[in-house]
Each structure stands twice: as structure tokens, then as C-alpha cells.
């Protein structure tokens, strides 16, 4: 942060001060000649308003391993010391996100850590709602319920670390790394478990969204009308398909949708057809192993077991002889699956020959699970066993008490199961206990400049010893709060502190189980500004040194806030030597600063400031000989500026979407030239965030003569839009298209915007569509309608179909599209239909039916498909004004009316 005040301090004499840092160093290297500095000292001479940068080594001359920590001071530290307390306090709370980096896959666990059994109730979690299947994050497992809450807990003692709360239900969870896409019944979120924010939303209204693939930095997923590929820390599209599957898989470098009636493999990269798979059956999610594609399929009444080469064709096909199987598990060398009659099959991968059969008395309703050559399984009757995956031998089964519904998770040595209420149980190795390790000792601070560096000896190590946790409390709170993971390492430092405000600070131990020691000693510590030599600053702030190796130290000097005269200052070096004993040693750095007797540069100029929802956008014009441009902003006018962007010379606009909206923002420009010198700042340049207003730029005309255009308009770019509850994407720039249907005659097209606050804008658009003859047609089990040709941009919710030798369309759809009001009154389940002199009454399951007062006898009565009202054709269009043709070999109804 650079305040915008006068703050030098005239220090010592440069040369006296040298001579004493010298002392100091040779002193200590006699002492322990582990690390030092090269060169030992820094003078550097500079005029105010510049900056300056120079680089210095930190070399390691041990044959051990070192670990550092850096901080600066306005004299040099000698000794360590501190105030210490012997922590009161006992009691258990929250630890780290530690990520794992591998890749958990479909089966939900990670062969590396996965147990063999026997295994034994360890211990059970309760929640306030029915729980799903869990995820495992690292060391936490993540627990999603049907409130919308995540339960964050350890994995292997189930103690409570904290909750991820959302507004809606949840779907399902998605690992991969650090991002975790939650989906619930309104959107997607993605979700970062090392930062513990959300990175993204987006609202989709499929219940099928829970079809969800994450892939390094991509992610893929369904949305009942689209098949998307997006980046995953920004939820920007790299390419959308049409599709209507209702599950994915990753296979090579393919994305292979499926549907109950057919496979489509998709190039990850382009989204490109590779290959099609029509016409076929599938009784579940197909699997992948080693680039081959495993499938069930349905022939007529018999059940097939298939393989496929990763370009669709056929390796082998085995005939399953049981015709109630449903789910599907692919191992190395085998593949399993199991029946709902309970009935467990196992094949050999390569030949597709059957190896061994298991038959189970009770039903199984969820997937088997493969791990450490096992098959665990679960059925409806409470009975959880494993198989040995060679022999199909009954190796060891318990009863849970409960039917199970949610599948297995396993991992850290525990199988874990959900029942239907709100508990979770694991089950863990019989003859393993988890003893935590031993807290660290003697743990000690030094308080600097809004910073605190801890260090403290290291505690008992044994064979699963992995680091150390690091827990914090300001004074006036109640509770400590976990900050730091790190490893065995035995220091820490802790910035971003508020100076004359003492802190408290616990240290725990940590396994690679994720068990935890008791606390530390607690120490307390304040830090203070003292005479901190502001005009200096650093980077790297600690690392590691292996042995007879070198870091490079970057120093910055800035003389804004100086005045002409002699500054000294000290980087301090705490390190950690091979013996873990901890040490000091400090590198003088001493600044003389000159009169300013210069003209200075051209100040830079900033050329226009726009704002938007949570987004600024900075622009300015370009100056000569520019070796790089410094973005400023504050929020408190001429004063405490923070550097947030430095880019290249060739770059002359800044993007920042930090700020929040309704709140003043001053921005400033400065620019280094190729001798680095350092221009003032720029005048400037103020704005305040806000949402900008959603409009429509076309069409720009009320009477139109197609059924089908597209809309097109702008909003802001971080706004959800949306048109009749149907999700409208919004470019980066704030453009939107959107293709929409219309009715015969006057419409209200309505748009909504909703910003990231959750306020919504709305705008309407007048429109009367006007034709000489409308043109309607259908296709019996098809949700694609044509109007006037043109294809509806909205799909059917209930397609036509045949019943009784009878022809049965949605009523809504045909009536309001020829411009007939509907109504419906739900206790009679009556539906009035009105158009010009026309009224016609029908009844859900009766067969009577009136038009214009006039009673009618229906030969079939109309009935509901998916909550859609479903009539007869001839006798609900005729009235209507319409004509009917009939196409019984494309099996398509085509209705005309003239207008």
C-alpha cells in the first residue's frame, strides 16, 4: 500500500551503519555459516517520486535442506524472544482444506488409500436433513444434504470443520482438484476448496444437469437442451451443442453423451461428432477403462454386456441372461455387474467371457463399487458385503440396519454409506486406531510491521508425521479461526495484520490421515509500526534452499513519501538449518535520497472510466519509451493507494473485477520508463459501480410476419437474463441474442435481468405477428414443432401421440399459438378454450365435451402427460379454424389457418 503522506525518517549515517551491520554478520557466520546474503550489504541511491529495483542472493552453503522466512525492520534483530502463555484452551475445532491432487473417478474412491476388509463401525455424523453420497476433498469429506447445505467434516474421525450453505437443494456434488461444480435443482456453482469461494453461477432448470464431467480446466455438462464445454475458473463457454442425453462421459479425448436410445462421442477439444450410436437400448451410464467403452443394452427381452473401441466400434458382446440387470463397474482386468434381483456377474474385460456368478437374495438399487480387487455392494434390505473380485467369494458382509438407496464412497481406509434419513456411517478397518500426533513445543512470535513471524520446536515425528496447522484469534473475538497448512516446517508468517492489536496464535500437528494433535502453547503477540521502513518492500517473502543452491530476493524501493536525507533499513532472515535449529541472519539495505532538481515525465492521462455490475474498465493513452504501466486504486480519495495491476507497454486498458457496487473507486495510472525511471500520478479518474439497464435493440417494429426471430439486446455482462424463465446467454461485451416463438396476434415479450446483487430489471417488448395462413406441424412422439416453416425455438413438454387410434396434441401449445385464450379451473379439472365466437369446454377423463353451449361426445376423453393437458386433434382444432392433413408414413400432422 503506498500512503500519500510524508514519513521519512533520517536513520544513521550510511557508513557507520554498514560498518555495525558487518560486525553483526561476521559475528554470526562465525557462529553458524549456513545461509548468508550476496552481496552482504545494498546502498543504493535514488531521487524522490521514483522506484527502484535490485536483486540480491540468498545462498545456502549447508548440505542440508533450509527453509526461510523474510521480513524487514528498522533495526536489526539480535535474539528470540517473545511473551508466552500456556494455552487454557481444550476444546476441538475446525482444521484446513488440504486438497488432494489425484483424480476420483465414478466409483468414488482412491485405490492408493482404499482398505481391505474386514471392516467395523467407527463412527457416525448426523445432519439436519437426508444426506447424499459424499466427496472426498483431501482430508475432508464433503457431505452434501437435500437443504442445500455441504457438510464439511475430517475423514477420519467425522468431526465437524464447517458447511458450504447454497439456497437451493442439492443434485449432486462433482470433484476434481480443487473445484467442486455443485449442482442443485435451479443452477450449476463452481467452487474452489483450497480458496473456499465460488468462483461461478449458472441457472439451468434440467433436473439432468446432474450429469456432470470436470477435466483439468474444463468442465462439461448437460442442461436438457444443451451439451456445454466451459472453462472452469470462469464458467465462459468453449463451445455449446444441442442435445437432449441425460448423462455424459469422459473416454480418451472424447465426451460421449447417452440417452436410454443412443451414444454420441463428441471431440473434448472442438465438440466435433466423432461417432453415433442410434437405435440402441442402454440400461445404464456406460463406463470407460483403458480407451474401451463398456455398455449395457436391451435386444428385445434379452440384456447384453458390450465393448466398444474408443471410435464406437464393437470388441466383443455378451449376453447377460438375467433381464432385470441395471448396473455396470470396470476394473483393470474384469467387468462387474448386478441385477436388481441382487444377482452379482463378473466378465473378463479382454474376452468378454463370463468368470463368475454371485446370486444375493436381496435387491440392489445402487452401483457396485471395485476397490484394493474387491466388489462392494449394497442392497435394499440393509446388507453391505464385498466380493473378492478373482473368485466372487463372500469375503465379509454386515448389516447396516437400514435399506441402502445412496451409493458407496470409499476412501482413507473407510467405506462410507448415507441412509435415507440424516446420518452417515463409516465403516473402517477392525484392527486399526487412529491415535493423533504430538502437539509442537514452545512455540514463540516476533511481531513486525502488520505481520507476525512464528516459529517453535518441532514436535515428536513418526511415520505419518505430515505438518503443522495454524490457527488464529484476534483479541476482541471469541473463537480461533484455521489460517495455514504447512508442512514440516517450523515457522510461519502471518501478514495482512492489524498493527497495536495483539493476536493469539495456536499450532497443531498433523498426520497424512488428517487426525490432528491437541493445541500448542498459546502465545499472544502485538504487532506495531515502530519505525518500519515503509520505502521498502520484497519478494519472495520464504521458501526452501536445498543444498549449495541459491534464491533470488527482489527489492523494491519507492521514495514517494521520502524526504531528501539517509535511510537505513534491515531484511531479516529466519531460517531453519538440516538440525532444525532456528537462526537469524540480516542484509542492510541503506537509501540516499537526492533533491529533486529533474523535470519530471509526462504524466500519464487516463482516457475514459466505465463502470458496470461489480466491473470497472480503465483506459488510457500511451506514452513513449514505456517499459511498463502501474494501475493505482483507493477508496479513500488521494490517499492509501494499492497497486493492483502491472502490464506490459503495449497494453493501454485495465479490467477490474474486484470492486462492488454503490461504493466510490479512485483510480490513478503511473508508468516506469526502459530506464526505469517512475512517472507521477496521473489525475484522477473516479467512478462508482452499477448495474447498467437491460433494453432491447431489435426488432425495432410492433408487426411482424414470421413466427420465429431473434431478439437481440443488452444488459449488463455479469447479469443472468432470462426470457419466460428460459436462461438467455449474455456475451462478455453485455450483447444477447435470443431466438423466440410467437403467437397469432398480439404478444408481450418479456425480458428480466438479474444482477449479482439479486435485484431484477425488466424490460417488455410489443409485438403483433400477422399472417395470411398459419401453418402448424407436429410429429407423433417428436418435441420439435414447425411453424411456417420455421422451427420453434422452445421444445414440447408433451408431443403428440396416439392413443385409442386416436391423435391427441398439447392443448396449450395449439391453442395460444392461433391466438385462443386458455383457462384452466383446477377443482372441476376443467379447461376452457376461447377464440373470437368460439368457446369450447373439456374435462380431464370425461368424455362429454361442449362447444358453444352445445354438449358433445367424445370418443376418447382428454388426459395429462407430464402435466400437459392432452385433447383430441380434430375435435379441438376444427373449432379453431383449422385444417388437418395427415401423414401416415412420416407420421406428422399438419394443421393450416387462415388468418
Not at 538440516?578 to 533533491?595: I, M, R
Not at 513513449?624 to 502490464?647: F, G, H, P
Request: with cysteine; glycine share 4%.
Amino acid at each position: 500500500m503506498i500512503k500519500r503522506k510524508t514519513n521519512g525518517v533520517l536513520v544513521y549515517l550510511l557508513f557507520s551503519c554498514i560498518i555495525v551491520s558487518f560486525c553483526f554478520h561476521e559475528d554470526s557466520d562465525a557462529v553458524n555459516p549456513v545461509l548468508h546474503f550476496d552481496p552482504a550489504t545494498v546502498s543504493i541511491t535514488m531521487r524522490t517520486n521514483q522506484k527502484n529495483e535490485e536483486n540480491v542472493q540468498l545462498i545456502n552453503d549447508s548440505t542440508g535442506l533450509i527453509h526461510f522466512s523474510l521480513f524487514k525492520s528498522a533495526e536489526q534483530k539480535t535474539n528470540l524472544h517473545s511473551n508466552s502463555e500456556i494455552s487454557l484452551f481444550t476444546e476441538e475445532f475446525g482444521s484446513s482444506w488440504a486438497t488432494y491432487k489425484g483424480s476420483y473417478q465414478r466409483q468414488g474412491f482412491n485405490p492408493v488409500e482404499s482398505a481391505i476388509p474386514p471392516y467395523a463401525l467407527k463412527w457416525t455424523y448426523q445432519g439436519n436433513r437426508p444426506l447424499l453420497s459424499p466427496v472426498l476433498s483431501g482430508d475432508s469429506l464433503l457431505i452434501p444434504s437435500v437443504d442445500g447445505t455441504i457438510y464439511v467434516i475430517d475423514a477420519r474421525t467425522g468431526i465437524y470443520r464447517s458447511r458450504i450453505s447454497l439456497d437451493d437443494p442439492i443434485v449432486s456434488l462433482h470433484l476434481q482438484g480443487a473445484y467442486l461444480a455443485i449442482v442443485t435443482t435451479n443452477e450449476i456453482v463452481l467452487y474452489n476448496c483450497s480458496s473456499q469461494v465460488f468462483l461461478w453461477r449458472k441457472p439451468f432448470f434440467a433436473s439432468n444437469i446432474a450429469s456432470v464431467i470436470i477435466q483439468e480446466k474444463t468442465i462439461y455438462f448437460l442442461t436438457g437442451t444443451y451439451l456445454i464445454s466451459a472453462n472452469i475458473a470462469t464458467g465462459n463457454e468453449n463451445w455449446k451443442i444441442a442435445n437432449q442425453d441425460n448423462q455424459l462421459l469422459l473416454a480418451d479425448n472424447l465426451v460421449v453423451s447417452s440417452s436410454e436410445t443412443r451414444m454420441i462421442a463428441f471431440e473434448a477439444s472442438t465438440g466435433k461428432t466423432a461417432w453415433t450410436n442410434e437405435g440402441i437400448t442402454l440400461l445404464d451410464l456406460p463406463a470407460e477403462m483403458n480407451k474401451q467403452v463398456f455398455i449395457i443394452q436391451r435386444e428385445g427381452e434379452q440384456a447384453f454386456l458390450t465393448a466398444l473401441q474408443i471410435d464406437g466400434s464393437q470388441i466383443w458382446k455378451q449376453p447377460v441372461f438375467y433381464p432385470d440387470v441395471n448396473y455396470i463397474a470396470v476394473h483393470t482386468s474384469y467387468v462387474v455387474v448386478t441385477t436388481i434381483s441382487g444377482n452379482v456377474l463378473c466378465f473378463d474385460r479382454i474376452t468378454g467371457k463370463e468368470v463368475w456368478t454371485y446370486k444375493n437374495q436381496s435387491k440392489v438399487h445402487i452401483p457396485p463399487v471395485i476397490a484394493a480387487n474387491h466388489v462392494y455392494i449394497g442392497s435394499n434390505v440393509g446388507r453391505l458385503f464385498a466380493l473378492s473380485l478373482e473368485t466372487g467369494y463372500l469375503v465379509w458382509q454386515t448389516n447396516t440396519q437400514f435399506p441402502i438407496y445412496n451409493p458407496l464412497v470409499i476412501a482413507k481406509g473407510f467405506v462410507y454409506i448415507t441412509d435415507a434419513i440424516q446420518n452417515l456411517y463409516a465403516y473402517g478397518r477392525e484392527w486399526e486406531n487412529v491415535i493423533p500426533p504430538e502437539p509442537p513445543d514452545q512455540v514463540k512470535a516476533i511481531p513486525g510491521d502488520k505481520m507476525v513471524t512464528l516459529f517453535w520446536r518441532h514436535a515428536k515425528q513418526t511415520p505419518d508425521f505430515a505438518g503443522y496447522h495454524i490457527y488464529r484469534k484476534p483479541a476482541d473475538e471469541i473463537e480461533f479461526s484455521f489460517i495455514a497448512s504447512i508442512g514440516i516446517v517450523n515457522q510461519f508468517q502471518d501478514y495482512a495484520l492489524k498493527n497495536n492489536q495483539f493476536y493469539h496464535y495456536l499450532v497443531r500437528s498433523y498426520d497424512t490421515f488428517g487426525n490432528e494433535s491437541t493445541n500448542s502453547n498459546m502465545i499472544s503477540v502485538k504487532p506495531e509500526e515502530s519505525s518500519d521502513p515503509i520505502w521498502l518492500s520484497f519478494d519472495p517473502t520464504g521458501g526452501t534452499l536445498n543444498p549449495s543452491r541459491a534464491s533470488t530476493i527482489r527489492l523494491q524501493l519507492s521514495t514517494r513519501d521520502l524526504l531528501p536525507g539517509e535511510y537505513l533499513g534491515f531484511l531479516q532472515c529466519l531460517y531453519t538449518d538440516e538440525k532444525l535449529e532456528t537462526d537469524y541472519v540480516a542484509l542492510p539495505v541503506s537509501l540516499h535520497v537526492l533533491e529533486e532538481n529533474e523535470k519530471l515525465l509526462p504524466l500519464p492521462k487516463i482516457s475514459a472510466i466505465e463502470a458496470s455490475d461489480t466491473r470497472v474498465l480503465l483506459k488510457w493513452e500511451s506514452n513513449e519509451n514505456v517499459k511498463e504501466y502501474l494501475v493505482y486504486r483507493s477508496i479513500v480519495k488521494n490517499d492509501e493507494l494499492n497497486l493492483i495491476a502491472t502490464l506490459p507497454p503495449t497494453i493501454f486498458f485495465y479490467q477490474d473485477d474486484t470492486v462492488v457496487n454503490h461504493k466510490t473507486y479512485y483510480y490513478y495510472i503511473q508508468y516506469k520508463t526502459d530506464t526505469d525511471q517512475v512517472s507521477d500520478f496521473s489525475v484522477e479518474a473516479t467512478i462508482i459501480p452499477e448495474p447498467l439497464l437491460i433494453k432491447i435493440t431489435y426488432p425495432t417494429t410492433t408487426l411482424l410476419y414470421e413466427p420465429v426471430f431473434n431478439v437481440l439486446g443488452q444488459a449488463d455482462p455479469k447479469a443472468k437474463v432470462f426470457y419466460q424463465n428460459y436462461p438467455v446467454q449474455v456475451e462478455t461485451d453485455g450483447h444477447f441474442s435470443m431466438a423466440v416463438g410467437v403467437n397469432l396476434g398480439r404478444n408481450k415479450l418479456v425480458f428480466i435481468a438479474i444482477d449479482t446483487e439479486g435485484k431484477a430489471q425488466q424490460t417488455a417488448l410489443e409485438i403483433e405477428f400477422i399472417t395470411s395462413t398459419l401453418k402448424i406441424e407436429l410429429t407423433i412422439g417428436s418435441s420439435i414443432v414447425l411453424v411456417n416453416e420455421k422451427t420453434w425455438p422452445f421444445r414440447l413438454e408433451a408431443p403428440p401421440v396416439i392413443r385409442n387410434n386416436r391423435t391427441f396434441v398439447p392443448l396449450r401449445f395449439i391453442s395460444e399459438v392461433v391466438g385462443a385464450q386458455v383457462e384452466w379451473e383446477e377443482k372441476e379439472r376443467r379447461i376452457d378454450i376461447i377464440k373470437e365466437s368460439n368457446h369450447i369446454v373439456l374435462w380431464i377423463g370425461k368424455k362429454q365435451a361442449k362447444l358453444n353451449n352445445t354438449l358433445i361426445e367424445l370418443e376418447s376423453a382428454p388426459f395429462l402427460e407430464n402435466n400437459r393437458t392432452m385433447v383430441p386433434l380434430r375435435f379441438i382444432t376444427e373449432p379453431l379454424g383449422a385444417k388437418t392433413q395427415w401423414n401416415p408414413i412420416k407420421q406428422t400432422i399438419q394443421l393450416f389457418i387462415k388468418s
